[in-house]
Nanobody
Framework: QVQLVESGGGSVQTGDSLELSCAVA?????????MGWYRRAPGEQRELVAT?????????PTYGEAVKGRFTISRRSRSTVVLQMTALRPEDTGVYYC??????????WGQGTQVTVSA
């Protein structure tokens, strides 16, 4: 497993932008095959926001339906992924969790960071 450090988040208004960052703080970065973000809205189950997998030929991003066209996930470095969120809506409010998956199938989660979008 790896340890993850999240940064970013905060309170914004509808239509604003935010950036979340997730870095591997410890553990073997070379064992990580995918990193990404999930979120949990109040009273809801955790859902996929965006992930990026390391595959032959480059990175492969995957997006949840609710954020397609508005959010972009990218690698800033081998150990850091960034989620750029634009055109934020109140329904994007929730706790955002970073997750890393390793080659052995283990999952590591960050502590979560709050994103609040007011109307």
């Amino acid at each position: 497993q790896v340890q993850l450090v999240e940064s970013g988040g905060g309170s914004v208004q509808t239509g604003d932008s935010l950036e979340l960052s997730c870095a591997v703080a410890s553990g073997s970065i070379y064992s990580v095959t995918a990193m990404g973000w999930y979120r949990r809205a109040p009273g809801e189950q955790r859902e996929l926001v965006a992930t990026v997998a390391t595959v032959t030929g480059g990175d492969r991003p995957t997006y949840g339906e609710a954020v397609k066209g508005r959010f972009t996930i990218s690698r800033r470095s081998r150990s850091t992924v960034v989620l750029q969120m634009t055109a934020l809506r109140p329904e994007d409010t929730g706790v955002y969790y970073c997750k890393a998956e390793t080659r052995s199938g283990l999952e590591s989660w960050g502590q979560g960071t709050q994103v609040t979008v007011s109307a």
